[in-house]
């Protein structure tokens, strides 16, 4: 947004953002900080209240001013007293301040030119000279507040007609691009192989031994490769699918290499006739059924001896035990835990504010309109005390008191109306902002609006 101005008198602030003008006599100092304010977005806001700060909340002290700042699509404009602005808009109109006790404020679409004259009396040049950010004496001032127009694109050409005789060309077919399918993502599922150990049967003179079995034979059903999966969670194994024989001496997983290898043949009644595999046994070896009864039981492992135990299994439920019996030594209390923060020191001293409010000085203390405090030590949480305004004197958080070492500090958290220092047989003392203040018992802060602090001893 290009802005131009002619040489002149009238002070200008100006930024990317807009400007803003000020009668005769306004210091550097508000030039500045209103040029500031208003570069970092703060809008007319920051402007009305860079001028109370300059020269109080009385609107009869706020001195003769003109503004016109961008927002969004749109332009703000403001004026109080002799300034006037001429818009050049869809709806074009003048903004004069003229007559009005506080001022006159427009939010105007579609602006393209923003000019404005002083009106000082002084012969006003044309606005020739460009300037993006600073602070200038001018006399008029032209902001072109129209965005940069967009190039049209140019016609494409006429053709040139073709002879009657030709014949059309053919119109070449358009191809359709077709949707690209995205090819199905097959996740790999992990087949747990459980491996048990094979105890060895009696082997019948002439037959194969077991550990040759899985090399010579063919599954006879192709289902009884993979194994059927187990809900939703890999690597367990249904006890139901796996294959036993009642008194067989060797018992598979579905899932082993071995198992899948086996043909399934029909087990034979406990006590019939076991000739119907008389066929298979130069493959297998000879079948040998025992009744349930006649087999002996397994002899309980050693601890530390080599197998499926290793003598530090535990099980399910001893586990569930030692987990209850740890969580419950976690929540018990520990006369060893150290405190979350070190005993508060005595407070050296405490405050009485003009409402009635009494607090001691043990932790810092925060007075204002809203107080907040952004300084928190530890669990050492501040006092925020409150007081009301009703000419807006004091700001939201006005002032801070905090005890450092055996001294008590007030610091003004650079307030716009200041805060003032009272104290006996010396002359009053305004401080500076963001700078500690060391107080003593009797010293009184004067915070505006009739709102005041007196430090007290403690007896």
């Known amino acids: 947004m290009p802005m131009l101005y002619a040489p002149g008198s009238t002070p200008v602030a100006v930024t990317p953002r807009g400007f803003a003008v000020f009668e005769h006599g306004a210091s550097a100092a508000l ?23 300059a020269y109080g909340a009385s609107l009869t002290a706020i001195p003769a001013f003109a503004v016109a700042l961008v927002e969004g699509d749109a332009v703000r404009i403001a004026v109080r007293g002799d300034f006037a602005f001429d818009v050049d808009a869809d709806a074009p109109e003048r903004v004069s301040g ?17 000019t404005l004259q002083s009106g000082a009396g002084e012969v006003a040049d044309p606005a020739e000279l460009p300037v993006a950010d600073g602070v200038v004496l001018a006399s008029t001032v032209v902001w072109d507040a129209a965005p940069a127009a967009v190039p049209a694109s140019p016609a494409p050409a006429a053709a040139a007609p073709a002879p009657a005789d030709a014949p059309a060309p053919a119109a070449a077919p358009v191809p359709v691009a077709e949707p690209a399918v995205p090819a199905p993502v097959v996740a790999p ?16 003179a002439g037959a194969v031994p077991a550990t040759r079995r899985g090399a010579a034979s063919t599954p006879s059903d ?14 367990l194994i249904d006890s139901s699918t796996v294959q036993t024989v009642a008194g ?40 040998v059924v025992r009744p349930v009864e006649a087999a002996p039981a397994p002899p309980a492992p050693a601890p530390g001896a080599p197998g ?19 969580a419950a030594a976690d929540q018990a209390p520990s006369s060893t835990t150290p405190p979350l923060a070190p005993p508060r020191p005595p407070a050296p001293g405490r405050i009485r504010v003009s409402t009635g409010q009494v607090l001691p000085l043990d932790r810092t203390v925060v007075i204002g ?3 907040r405090s952004t300084r928190v030590s530890g669990t050492d949480l501040p006092h925020l005390v409150a007081v009301d305004s009703p000419q807006q004197d004091i700001s939201r958080s006005h002032v801070e008191l905090r005890v450092e070492g055996e001294s008590i500090v007030a610091t003004d958290l650079r307030t716009t109306n200041g805060t003032t220092l009272l104290r006996t047989g010396a002359d009053p003392v305004r401080l500076h902002p963001g700078e500690a203040t060391v107080v003593i018992p009797g010293d009184v802060l004067d915070l505006g609006d009739g709102i005041t602090v007196a430090i007290e001893g403690l007896a």
């Open 369 to 371: 309109r809203r107080p």
């Open 222 to 235: 192709p289902t009884d490769a993979v194994p059927a999966p187990v809900g939703n969670v890999p690597g």
């Open 31 to 53: 030039l500045t900080r209103v040029r500031s304010v208003v570069a970092d977005g703060r809008g007319l806001g920051g402007v009305i209240e860079s001028l109370t700060g």
């Open 308 to 326: 499926d135990h290793d003598g530090a299994t535990i099980s399910l439920a001893q586990a569930r035990a030692l987990r209850a019996g740890r």
């Open 98 to 114: 003229a007559g009005v006790t506080t001022w006159t404020e427009r939010v105007v679409r579609g602006v393209r030119r923003v």
């Open 189 to 204: 599922v992990a087949v747990p192989v459980v491996e048990a150990p094979v105890a060895e049967a009696p082997v019948a």
């Open 248 to 287: 067989d001496e060797t018992l598979l997983p579905e899932d082993s290499e071995l198992s899948q290898s086996r043909p399934e043949t029909p087990a034979a009644p406990i006590g019939g006739d076991v000739s119907s595999n008389a066929g298979h046994d130069p493959l297998w070896g000879a079948t």
